[in-house]
């Protein structure tokens, strides 16, 4: 099993250590497409997924979800959580064994979903259903230092509910001077570049385990895709993302940073447990 570069107890060292740099905004991957972003002593966990529960679910059927990486830290450790964010119903961007002790750990975290799933989110979290924040595309929210953009993302296909609303997301997030694009899991649609452009983004965090219809599940760009659309939308780096979790549905990354290097797009690939700054 792959370990990651930081765990448990010096992971959150190195969370408290870079509370002391108020000015840098710093980012963690917590593996598949979960990130904790800290700016000035706030901290936002986007579309965490920090437990076994879909090992556990699928371990009789025929497409095991085996892990590949270790776990960085467990859910309950997090007792300094302002926002969470899902972008979609997926237990990997939805998950109650991470999202319930975190919510008992934090109680004031707010959560941050698409407004066509507060229903689903309600019903797998039992909570009240208006204790979410709902975004739609084309919405906003405010949560302390972050402000929360919802753009569609197509996993793989762009669907809405009766009353319009998408039912997969991408966040476009603001903190203090930073600009961060959390896509969740998406393909490319017709429109998106040009949608994206309207933001000065800073950060481009991205899937880059593509689409292979034998796996059974919805895709994602693949690694060139990746970096090519980061660099179409001007992102001032990548970081890849959905890869490594679990061995039915991974890729490498040597395309997403053979494609990056060829289109001088900037990018970042981290370990997990590993913190970016800037």
């Given at each position: 099993?792959?370990?990651p570069?930081?765990?448990?107890?010096?992971?959150?060292?190195?969370v408290?250590?870079?509370?002391?740099?108020?000015?840098t905004l710093h980012?963690?991957?917590?593996g598949?497409?979960?990130?904790l972003?800290?700016w000035?002593?706030q901290h936002?966990?986007?579309?965490?997924?920090l437990?076994?529960s879909?090992?556990?679910k699928?371990?009789?059927?025929?497409?095991?979800?085996?892990?590949?990486?270790a776990?960085?830290?467990?859910p309950?450790?997090l007792?300094?959580?302002?926002?969470?964010?899902?972008?979609h119903?997926?237990t990997?961007?939805?998950?109650?064994?991470t999202?319930?002790?975190?919510l008992?750990v934090n109680?004031?975290l707010?959560?941050?979903?698409?407004?066509?799933?507060?229903?689903f989110?309600?019903?797998?979290?039992?909570?009240?259903?208006a204790?979410?924040i709902?975004?739609?595309?084309?919405?906003?929210?405010?949560?302390?230092?972050?402000?929360f953009?919802?753009?569609p993302?197509?996993?793989?296909q762009i669907?809405?509910?009766?009353?319009g609303h998408?039912?997969?997301l991408g966040?476009?997030?603001?903190?203090?001077p930073?600009?961060?694009y959390?896509?969740?899991?998406?393909?490319?649609?017709?429109?998106?570049?040009?949608?994206?452009r309207?933001?000065?983004?800073?950060v481009a965090?991205?899937?880059?385990?593509?689409?292979?219809?034998?796996?059974?599940?919805?895709?994602?760009?693949d690694?060139?895709?990746?970096?090519?659309l980061?660099?179409?939308?001007?992102?001032?780096?990548?970081?890849?993302?959905?890869?490594?979790?679990?061995?039915?549905?991974?890729?490498?990354?040597a395309?997403?940073v053979?494609?990056?290097?060829r289109i001088?797009?900037?990018?970042?690939?981290?370990?997990?447990?590993?913190?970016w700054h800037s």
């Amino acid at each position: 099993m792959i370990q990651p570069l930081q765990s448990s107890e010096q992971f959150l060292a190195d969370v408290a250590q870079a509370r002391h740099q108020l000015n840098t905004l710093h980012l963690w991957w917590l593996g598949q497409s979960g990130y904790l972003v800290q700016w000035q002593g706030q901290h936002l966990l986007l579309d965490p997924y920090l437990s076994d529960s879909l090992t556990h679910k699928y371990a009789t059927t025929d497409k095991p979800h085996i892990r590949m990486t270790a776990r960085v830290i467990a859910p309950e450790r997090l007792d300094f959580i302002d926002v969470v964010t899902s972008s979609h119903n997926h237990t990997d961007h939805l998950d109650a064994e991470t999202l319930l002790p975190l919510l008992r750990v934090n109680p004031a975290l707010r959560m941050v979903i698409p407004e066509a799933n507060r229903a689903f989110v309600a019903d797998r979290l039992g909570i009240d259903p208006a204790q979410p924040i709902g975004v739609d595309a084309g919405g906003s929210a405010a949560v302390g230092a972050f402000r929360f953009h919802g753009v569609p993302a197509a996993h793989e296909q762009i669907e809405q509910d009766a009353a319009g609303h998408h039912k997969y997301l991408g966040y476009i997030v603001q903190v203090g001077p930073w600009t961060i694009y959390h896509s969740g899991d998406t393909v490319l649609y017709e429109g998106m570049v040009k949608q994206l452009r309207h933001w000065p983004i800073d950060v481009a965090i991205l899937p880059i385990n593509g689409r292979a219809p034998e796996r059974r599940v919805a895709g994602n760009l693949d690694g060139p895709e990746a970096a090519q659309l980061a660099k179409a939308i001007g992102a001032k780096v990548v970081i890849p993302c959905h890869y490594e979790m679990f061995e039915f549905n991974t890729a490498s990354t040597a395309d997403f940073v053979a494609t990056a290097k060829r289109i001088d797009q900037p990018y970042c690939v981290l370990r997990a447990g590993e913190r970016w700054h800037s």
